[in-house]
C-alpha cells in the first residue's frame, strides 16, 4: 500500500488530496499543528480513515518525526501562510513558514529517507508583475507581495534539491483554485457567503476592493489530482496548472449574484481598504505541458464553480439558520 504524508491536510486542498488518496488506496498521514482547539472541520468526515500527527514546519525535529512515523512513499507540502494580505502584516513569519519552511521539510527527507517523492505547492502569486501573458513554466517570476517571494523561495529551493541530491522534488505552480471549502477571507469565498447572507436576509451588502483584477479561477478538487499525477511520472519536473481563462473579480460576483436572482451592483459596494499596496492584475496560466505529459485536465468551468460555492453556502447558511429557529424560540 502507498504512504502519503500530507502537511496542510486541514486546508482547502489538504482535505481533496486526502478524499483523492484514499480512493486510490492510499494509506494517508496528515501533519497538523498543535492548537487549543482542533480545526479539522475541512476532513471531518475522513477523521476514522487518516492518522493525523503533529508537527511544525517552524520545527525541524517534529517534520522529522512525523516522516520517521509515517514512512511515506510521498510527502505533499501544502501547508503554509496562505493569505496574500496577511503576508504584509506578517512578512517575516510567512518567511519562516511558506520559504523557509520548504527547506525544513526537503532536509528532514533527506535525512529520513531520500527516495521520498516530495511535491511543493507553489502559486501564480510568484509571477506577480507578469512579463508576458498567459505565463508558463518558463515566466520570469516576479512577485508583489512577501507571500509571492517566499513562494519563489520555496519554489527554487525544491528545484535546488532536485539537483543537488537528486530527490524527487516537484512544483505545482497552480493557480487559484476554488471551492466550497476555500477560507471565508478568499474573494471567492467572500462573494459566494456574501451572495447567501442578502438572498436569505441576513445582510444588505458585500463590500470588495478592486474589482478589474484578473484571476485564472478553477476547482481545487480538480487541481489536487495534478498534484497526485506531477509524483506518478517517471521523471521529476514542474508544472503550470490552470484553466487558461482570465476572469475579473466583477464578473464573478456578477454570476454569483446572477445565480441567486440577484443584481450585484445594488449590493456591492466598492471599499480601498481591500486595496493591496501591489496589486496582481493580470494572471493565466498556460497549462500545455501538464496537458501533454501528466494527461490532465480541468473539469469545472468558471460558470459552475460559481453557482457550486454559491449553492453551498446558501445550504450552509439555511441550515444554521434552521438549527438555530428551535433554541431562538424557545
Given at each position: 500500500?502507498?504512504?502519503?504524508?500530507?502537511?496542510?491536510?486541514?486546508?482547502?486542498?489538504?482535505?481533496?488530496?486526502?478524499?483523492?488518496?484514499?480512493?486510490?488506496?492510499?494509506?494517508?498521514?496528515?501533519?497538523?499543528?498543535?492548537?487549543?482547539?482542533?480545526?479539522?472541520?475541512?476532513?471531518?468526515?475522513?477523521?476514522?480513515?487518516?492518522?493525523?500527527?503533529?508537527?511544525?514546519?517552524?520545527?525541524?525535529?517534529?517534520?522529522?518525526?512525523?516522516?520517521?512515523?509515517?514512512?511515506?512513499?510521498?510527502?505533499?507540502?501544502?501547508?503554509?501562510?496562505?493569505?496574500?494580505?496577511?503576508?504584509?502584516?506578517?512578512?517575516?513569519?510567512?518567511?519562516?513558514?511558506?520559504?523557509?519552511?520548504?527547506?525544513?521539510?526537503?532536509?528532514?527527507?533527506?535525512?529520513?529517507?531520500?527516495?521520498?517523492?516530495?511535491?511543493?505547492?507553489?502559486?501564480?502569486e510568484?509571477?506577480?508583475k507578469?512579463?508576458e501573458?498567459?505565463?508558463?513554466e518558463?515566466?520570469?517570476?516576479?512577485?508583489?507581495?512577501?507571500?509571492?517571494?517566499?513562494?519563489?523561495?520555496?519554489?527554487?529551493?525544491?528545484?535546488n534539491?532536485?539537483?543537488?541530491?537528486?530527490?524527487?522534488?516537484?512544483?505545482?505552480?497552480?493557480?487559484?483554485?476554488?471551492?466550497?471549502?476555500?477560507?471565508?477571507?478568499?474573494?471567492?469565498?467572500?462573494?459566494?457567503?456574501?451572495?447567501?447572507?442578502?438572498?436569505?436576509?441576513l445582510?444588505?451588502?458585500?463590500?470588495?476592493?478592486?474589482?478589474?483584477?484578473?484571476?485564472?479561477?478553477?476547482?481545487?478538487g480538480?487541481?489536487?489530482?495534478?498534484?497526485?499525477?506531477m509524483?506518478?511520472?517517471?521523471?521529476?519536473?514542474?508544472?503550470?496548472?490552470?484553466?487558461?481563462?482570465?476572469?475579473?473579480?466583477?464578473?464573478?460576483?456578477?454570476?454569483?449574484?446572477?445565480?441567486?436572482?440577484?443584481?450585484?451592483?445594488?449590493?456591492?459596494?466598492?471599499?480601498?481598504?481591500?486595496?493591496?499596496?501591489?496589486?496582481?492584475?493580470?494572471?493565466?496560466?498556460?497549462?500545455?505541458?501538464?496537458?501533454?505529459?501528466?494527461?490532465?485536465?480541468?473539469?469545472?468551468?468558471?460558470?459552475?464553480?460559481?453557482?457550486?460555492?454559491?449553492?453551498?453556502?446558501?445550504?450552509?447558511?439555511?441550515?444554521?439558520?434552521?438549527?438555530?429557529e428551535?433554541?431562538?424560540?424557545?
Amino acid at each position: 500500500m502507498s504512504r502519503a504524508l500530507i502537511t496542510g491536510i486541514t486546508g482547502q486542498d489538504g482535505s481533496y488530496l486526502a478524499e483523492l488518496l484514499l480512493a486510490k488506496g492510499y494509506e494517508v498521514f496528515g501533519v497538523t499543528r498543535r492548537a487549543s482547539t482542533e480545526n479539522v472541520e475541512r476532513i471531518a468526515h475522513l477523521i476514522d480513515r487518516i492518522t493525523l500527527l503533529q508537527g511544525d514546519l517552524l520545527d525541524p525535529s517534529s517534520i522529522d518525526a512525523a516522516i520517521r512515523e509515517a514512512q511515506p512513499t510521498e510527502v505533499y507540502n501544502l501547508a503554509a501562510q496562505s493569505f496574500v494580505p496577511t503576508s504584509w502584516n506578517q512578512p517575516v513569519l510567512t518567511a519562516e513558514f511558506t520559504a523557509v519552511g520548504v527547506t525544513r521539510m526537503l532536509e528532514a527527507i533527506r535525512a529520513v529517507d531520500p527516495g521520498i517523492r516530495f511535491y511543493q505547492a507553489s502559486s501564480s502569486e510568484m509571477f506577480g508583475k507578469v512579463r508576458e501573458v498567459p505565463q508558463t513554466e518558463l515566466t520570469p517570476f516576479h512577485p508583489r507581495s512577501p507571500y509571492g517571494v517566499a513562494k519563489v523561495y520555496g519554489h527554487y529551493i525544491t528545484v535546488n534539491y532536485r539537483e543537488s541530491y537528486d530527490l524527487y522534488a516537484v512544483s505545482g505552480i497552480l493557480f487559484n483554485h476554488e471551492s466550497p471549502r476555500r477560507g471565508l477571507e478568499f474573494v471567492t469565498r467572500k462573494i459566494s457567503d456574501g451572495v447567501a447572507r442578502i438572498k436569505l436576509g441576513l445582510a444588505e451588502e458585500l463590500r470588495l476592493g478592486n474589482m478589474e483584477s484578473q484571476r485564472d479561477w478553477g476547482f481545487a478538487g480538480d487541481y489536487v489530482e495534478a498534484m497526485w499525477l506531477m509524483l506518478q511520472q517517471d521523471e521529476p519536473s514542474d508544472y503550470v496548472i490552470a484553466t487558461g481563462e482570465p476572469h475579473s473579480v466583477r464578473e464573478f460576483a456578477e454570476l454569483a449574484f446572477g445565480h441567486a436572482g440577484l443584481d450585484w451592483e445594488r449590493h456591492v459596494v466598492a471599499d480601498p481598504a481591500f486595496l493591496r499596496p501591489a496589486e496582481v492584475d493580470h494572471l493565466v496560466g498556460d497549462a500545455s505541458k501538464a496537458r501533454r505529459e501528466l494527461g490532465w485536465e480541468p473539469g469545472t468551468s468558471f460558470r459552475e464553480l460559481t453557482q457550486m460555492m454559491v449553492d453551498a453556502d446558501l445550504a450552509r447558511l439555511s441550515a444554521a439558520d434552521q438549527a438555530a429557529e428551535p433554541a431562538s424560540s424557545s
